[in-house]
């Protein structure tokens, strides 16, 4: 093979900047000033600069300040031809940050030998440096753990020399020379291990273990110890040493000792048999005091160890444990048992039993053994014992209950004072006669064998009736439980008391809760109680159709008004015993509240139910006395059968038939059937759908105007609501409202009304008049039971909706029917600024002094008046009087019903303010009726009349003075009503020209002769 030719100078140039070039060592070139004459990629990584951009650059800004010195200095030291060993220090790395180097430095020469340069070989030594600094700082953690700890500790070489013992084990063999020792220099001769035991954990096959050894200290002293070894081994797992763990045993040797000797003391002093023990020396000190006298006497029993047991005895027992140790010392067979109170460590005193043995000759004990055991609550219970028994005595004897202790046949082992004032007997009759014999002798034989099976009856309460040796029977209580002693059962003892006028109370209690006050009837739920009986007895027993009559009492309203309460419940009492009298023997009457009465009739059918019904409506309609006074009465009756079964539903369904019976004219008796039935069901379906549209807002608001009379101007519009079923269609005002009022829907259909009228009542003043107001209907139970008042302010609260516009509509009846209440709840109501009117006025029995203390400017007259005084005499009388009424008492008065020519100059003529009807308007949509007077002429209606007013033919009666005018007159001014007027002629023997009875429409008509003379002439 040819051999080949020698690279030339160049070729050896270049190919050695090869190899630098591709070195992993960083290198750089420098010249005599500093500066970079070259450097290879590596050395560009390390510092991390761009790629030949080290040439040039000044080798001091290649490392911190702080470094600089040492590498100037080396680099000085090449420079003057000297040898500089590797060189450790930081330089600036990729982004400015630190990196450890390692520097070598050679001179470099030029061809004359002449030093012209340094080079530097660089190695990045970043992460050596970092795992050497952790292992030193772990070698360090060690070495300060392992000189630390408190634990004992050193390590064994395998011939088993103490290369290194940290300062616990130094300080617990007490020398410091132990590094180089043998371990078998440490071996005590005590140790029962041969030598070579010592060291055969240094064989190469050992694992580790514990044993016991004895080593001798540096002054001779034998030291108990424990030891743990643990192989110390190389990388490749062959053993190299030992680490030795000692735990010192002195402690747990001297423990064991004195276990073994409180052992032999516990079973000297009988450990089980008492709370704690104490052992005393001959003269009475402790020199030994058992644990469990810390939990019972609060004294460290290391504390009082050494003290004199006598100076914890109390005072007064000092003597007596003298003596008591001193017998016991004396003679070793001797042992003593008293009572010791011994002061506690918070200072009270406790009682003690002491039982003292003689131990002295013992070794072990060296003393008087002292079992104590605390019986504080064994005396405090025997002291309280005998206290009681004196207590018992004293309580006995002064007790206000009788306390009877017999045996089990009566014969009495006790009694105090107390029973004989119950029994009103002496001691020698208590003492020598049995006591069921002497407290009830007609249950003489029951009692006796109740006493003699105390044990298995137990306890128990009874009462018996006693005759009194005065001649009266009384009511006794008794409470009768076994009587013991330690011996066992030896009877009864019984705690007795007179209740008789308890029960007498409880009797009358129990009366007055089932029966009415007034009346001395039962009460409804005496009458429920009794309906469920007997429908229970009909269903089971078939004791035949059960019969309700539901009774209430027509117009009594009247003698209340008229002639006050008192006669009112004078009336009622009456009533109350006509009704009892007129059933049969079997039947039950009940005041059911206010003027109603019930009557249960059993084994009544129908037909039977009528005739009984019509007898009471006789025997009601019969004339009735009352404080000198003559009353007619007549009543409504409905009448259920059973089944429904339900007394509930019984009841509601006689009250239904009651209802009807008094719509169909009063005085009438209506039978419950299928179609008040299906009234009711559909009256329950249709509150539903009320209730459910009232949430919705589904009702709607039409409007009517109330024109004045005199001008035809619109004075304000009455709200009617609306109610457009989704499929019954349209339903009418009078039944959904009247539903309303069953279902207790009236307050919130109440609400909705005064909402939507103080929603609309902006854009009705815009449209009709800036003065208009809206009229709103309101229920009798919204005003007497409801929020009223708290409703109209929060209306008037939203949108600043003015007072002024709005006008509360109240029928007579209702603001009739709680005076105080209705006149308190609408004065402030005006107050606010609202107006109330009184709506169907006519129809109900108001007076003129009580209607002016109400805060009423509005009076409406009914429309049953208007609609039939064309027609009818009675009516226009009633209408005159209300007009006339309404000026005394300077109030605006307001026709309801208007539709004819002659009914609207029939009421001007009378005088009266305004008027509504379908003469003028029906009810409309607000829109409907804006557009509708949009088209009047300067938007009044017309209320001129071209026919000329026709009155209802009349027989002219003319009343005069023995007619009862003066009386009427006089009974007018003082502010009566029609219908107490009417009552009080009748009553005082008055009749019309007629002859006839006088009634409300009669007084109307003589009034309205008095104030419109020419009222009855026709035109």
């Known amino acids: 093979m040819a051999t080949p030719d020698f690279p030339s100078a160049e070729q050896r140039v270049q190919r050695l900047a090869g190899v630098i070039d591709g070195a992993d060592v960083g290198v750089l070139d420098t010249l005599t000033d500093g500066r970079v004459a070259a450097g290879n990629p590596a050395a560009e990584r390390i510092f991390g600069v761009p790629a030949?951009?080290?040439?040039?650059?000044?080798?001091?800004?290649?490392?911190?300040?702080?470094?600089?010195?040492?590498?100037s200095e080396a680099g000085a030291l090449v420079h003057s031809g000297k040898k500089v060993e590797v060189v450790r220090t930081t330089a600036f790395g990729p982004g400015q940050s630190l990196v450890d180097v390692t520097l070598r430095l050679a001179p470099v020469r030029d061809a004359a030998g002449t030093i012209i340069g340094v080079s530097a070989f660089i190695r990045d030594v970043t992460e050596e440096m970092r795992a050497r600094r952790e292992l030193e700082a772990s070698e360090r953690r060690f070495r300060a753990r392992y000189d630390e700890s408190p634990m004992p500790q050193a390590m064994l070489a395998l011939d088993g020399?103490?290369?290194?013992?940290?300062?616990?084990?130094r300080q617990l063999l007490g020398r410091d020379d132990v590094e180089g020792m043998s371990i078998l220099a440490l071996r005590h001769p005590q140790d029962a291990a041969?030598?070579?035991k010592w060291v055969s954990w240094l064989g190469k096959d050992w694992y580790g273990g514990s044993s016991e050894r004895v080593v001798v200290l540096s002054d001779g002293t034998a030291l108990p110890l424990l030891v743990h070894g643990a192989a110390l081994r190389a990388a490749n797992g062959s053993v190299t040493g030992l680490a030795v763990f000692a735990q010192d045993l002195t402690k747990l040797r001297q423990a064991e000792r004195a276990a073994n000797r409180a052992a032999a003391v516990a079973q000297a002093i009988g450990n089980a048999a008492s709370d704690w023990a104490v052992i005393l020396d001959s003269a009475g000190r402790m020199s030994y005091v058992s644990p469990g006298a810390q939990a019972v006497m609060g004294y460290d029993p290391m504390v009082v160890t050494g003290d004199s047991a006598y100076g914890y005895a109390h005072p007064e027992d000092v003597a007596a444990a003298r003596a008591a140790a001193e017998d016991v010392i004396k003679d070793p067979q001797v042992r003593r048992r008293f009572l010791l109170r011994l002061r506690h460590a918070d200072g009270h005193w406790l009682w003690t039993e002491q039982l003292l043995t003689n131990r002295l000759d013992d070794p072990?004990?060296?003393?008087?053994?002292?079992?104590?055991?605390d019986v504080t609550e064994r005396i405090e219970a025997?002291?309280?014992?005998?206290?009681?028994?004196?207590?018992?005595?004293?309580?006995?004897?002064?007790?206000?209950?009788?306390?009877?202790?017999?045996?089990p046949e009566g014969r009495t082992l006790y009694g105090n004072a107390r029973l004989l004032d119950i029994l009103g007997v002496d001691l020698a009759t208590v003492y020598t006669t049995p006591a069921p014999r002497l407290l009830a002798p007609q249950d003489e034989k029951l009692i006796t064998e109740r006493l003699r099976q105390r044990q298995a009856v137990g306890s128990e309460r009874y009462e018996v009736t006693y005759p009194h040796p005065d001649g009266r029977s009384r009511v006794l209580s008794l409470s009768v439980s076994p009587l013991a002693d330690d011996h066992g059962p030896v009877g009864s003892l019984a705690m007795i008391s007179d209740v008789t006028d308890e029960r007498r109370a409880d009797e009358e209690l129990r009366r007055r809760a089932l029966h009415d006050d007034l009346t001395?009837?039962?009460?409804?739920?005496?009458?429920?109680?009794?309906?469920?009986?007997?429908?229970?007895r009909q269903e089971r027993l078939g004791s035949g159709p059960v019969a309700l009559l539901f009774a209430d009492l027509d117009q009594f309203k009247l003698v209340n008004d008229s002639w006050g309460h008192d006669c009112g419940d004078e009336l009622l009492v009456a009533v109350a015993q006509r009704l009892a009298a007129a059933v049969g023997p079997g039947d039950t009457v009940a005041r059911f509240g206010g003027d109603e009465f019930v009557v249960l009739s059993e084994g009544t059918d129908e037909a039977s139910a009528k005739e009984l019904a019509d007898h009471l409506l006789a025997q009601l309609a019969e004339p009735f006395e009352i404080s000198g006074r003559r009353a007619y009465l007549s009543a409504s009756i409905g009448i259920s059968m059973a089944p429904p079964a339900e007394?509930?539903?019984?009841?509601?369904?006689?009250?239904?038939?009651?209802?009807?019976?008094?719509?169909?004219?009063?005085g009438r008796v209506a039978v419950f059937d299928r179609a008040l039935a299906g009234d009711a069901a559909e009256r329950l379906q249709l509150g539903n759908d009320l209730r459910e549209a009232l949430a919705a807002d589904r009702l709607e608001l039409h409007y009517q105007p109330i024109v004045e009379l005199s001008t035809g101007r619109v004075l304000g519009v009455e709200a009617l609501a609306r109610w457009q079923h989704p499929e019954r269609g349209d339903v009418p005002p009078s039944r959904f409202v009247a539903v309303a009022e069953s279902v207790g829907l009236a307050p919130q259909l109440d609400r909705w009304a005064l909402a939507r009228a103080r929603r609309d009542l902006g854009r009705i003043r815009q449209q009709l008049g800036a003065d208009v107001k809206v009229n709103v209907n309101i229920s009798a139970r919204h005003l007497i039971e409801g929020d009223l008042e708290a409703a109209v302010r929060d209306e008037l609260g939203r949108g600043g909706t003015p007072p002024q516009g709005i006008v509360l509509e109240l029928t007579e009846s209702t603001v009739m029917g709680d005076r105080d209440d209705a006149c308190a709840v609408l004065q402030r109501l005006v107050d606010l600024g609202v107006t109330v009117a009184v709506d169907d006025f006519g129809t109900g029995y108001s007076s003129l002094s009580y209607l002016s203390r109400l805060p009423v400017s509005t009076l409406k007259i009914d429309r049953s008046f208007i609609q039939a005084m064309t027609r009818d005499a009675d009516s226009l009388a009633i209408a005159a009087s209300v007009v006339d009424l309404g000026k005394t008492l300077r109030m605006t008065t307001v026709a309801e019903g208007v539709e004819t020519s002659e009914q609207l100059e029939l009421l001007q003529t009378l005088g009266c303010s305004a008027g509504q009807g379908y003469l003028w308007a029906p009810p409309l949509p607000l829109e409907e009726l804006a557009a509708a007077m949009k088209e009047l002429p300067v938007g009044r209606f017309d209320t001129s009349s071209s026919a000329q007013g026709k009155r209802p033919a009349v027989r002219q009666e003319v009343v005069t003075a023995e007619h009862g005018l003066t009386r009427l007159a006089a009974l007018h001014r003082d502010g009566a009503s029609l219908s107490t007027i009417a009552a009080a002629l009748n009553a005082e023997g008055y009749r019309t020209p007629t002859g006839m009875r006088w009634h409300r429409a009669r007084v109307a008509r003589a009034i309205s002769d008095l104030a419109y003379p020419n009222l009855w002439q026709t035109g």
């Open 194 to 196: 041969a030598p070579q």
């Open 382 to 407: 025997e002291q309280a014992l005998e206290r009681s028994e004196s207590r018992f005595r004293a309580i006995a004897e002064t007790a206000h209950e009788g306390i009877w202790a017999v045996d």
């Open 647 to 666: 007394p509930d539903e019984m009841l509601r369904h006689a009250d239904a038939a009651m209802y009807k019976a008094k719509a169909s004219g009063r």
């Open 520 to 536: 001395g009837l039962p009460n409804r739920t005496l009458l429920t109680d009794r309906l469920g009986q007997a429908l229970v």
């Open 52 to 71: 030949g951009s080290l040439v040039g650059r000044d080798v001091r800004t290649l490392f911190p300040d702080s470094c600089w010195p040492e590498v």
């Open 161 to 169: 020399r103490i290369t290194s013992a940290n300062a616990a084990m």
């Open 364 to 373: 072990d004990i060296a003393g008087v053994v002292c079992n104590v055991r």
